[in-house]
């Protein structure tokens, strides 16, 4: 089955700073999506990007399908932010495969 | 912005019990799935359900393990006998308004099963 594989597996950072978080995959897709898992456990779905480029506030990601790879940018980092991002893809047999995450933490 | 709303948020049950976690899938969504996640670990597929049956399931989802769309807005996901190792986050998700997954995945904020 299809592999994907996210790094850095922990990222520490100061509040203000900006990172890149990186999803590499090892088959064509037709969906992938990025969340935000909080604190309290919940998957929040914060883009669905299958290819392509798309921001949202201090969020944005692009996705270059031919290479097989994702990038979710987060600039001006809050402790807010803190959590587990998942990147996760779906190949078209109706089941999202995830990563295995990248933990940030955003200190104050 | 549409929710899959999930109850409950937490249970807790004895070992040998049987348990029915419940969703509320999105409303004009057709695909519907059940993950689970057991702390610390990676969010993984368990099945996925569509026009009122089963489309495709993981070795995890074993014959302990059932769902149902009872009527035109529940989803469960039945767990026969818990064991200890079922203890993780269940989350239901809802997909697609059509041929093809176009719109992205939805999940709920998920059920947290603790097996005592």
């Known amino acids: 089955g299809i592999q994907v594989e996210q790094s850095p597996p922990d990222l520490i950072l100061q509040e203000g700073a900006n990172s890149t978080l990186r999803c590499n995959f090892s088959d064509s897709v037709n969906n992938l999506q990025w969340f935000h898992q909080n604190p309290w456990g919940q998957l929040i779905n914060l883009f669905y990007i299958p290819s392509g480029t798309k921001q949202n506030g201090r969020l944005s990601a692009t996705t270059v399908a031919t290479e097989r790879y994702s990038l979710l940018y987060i600039s001006s980092s809050q402790t807010t932010d803190s959590g587990v991002y998942f990147c996760?893809?779906?190949?078209?047999?109706?089941?999202?495969?995830f990563g295995t995450g990248t933990r940030l933490l955003v200190s104050p | 912005e549409p929710e899959v709303t999930q109850t409950p948020s937490h249970q807790v049950t004895q070992m040998g019990q049987e348990v029915i976690l419940r969703c509320v899938p999105i409303?004009?969504?057709?695909?519907f799935y059940w993950y689970r996640q057991i702390l610390g670990q990676k969010v993984e597929f368990l099945v996925s359900?569509?026009?009122?049956?089963?489309?495709?399931k993981s070795e995890i989802f074993d014959d302990q393990f059932s769902v149902e769309r009872p009527d035109g807005s529940n989803f469960t996901l039945k767990i026969r006998s818990t064991k200890l190792e079922d203890s993780a986050m269940y989350f239901c998700?809802?997909?697609?308004?059509?041929?093809?997954?176009?719109?992205?995945?939805?999940f709920g904020s998920g059920t947290r099963l603790t097996v005592v």
């Open positions: 359900f569509y026009n009122n049956e089963i489309s495709e």
């Open positions: 998700a809802s997909s697609g308004t059509g041929v093809g997954l176009n719109y992205g995945y939805t």
């Open positions: 409303s004009n969504h057709l695909y």
């Open positions: 996760a893809v779906d190949t078209g047999f109706q089941k999202l495969v």
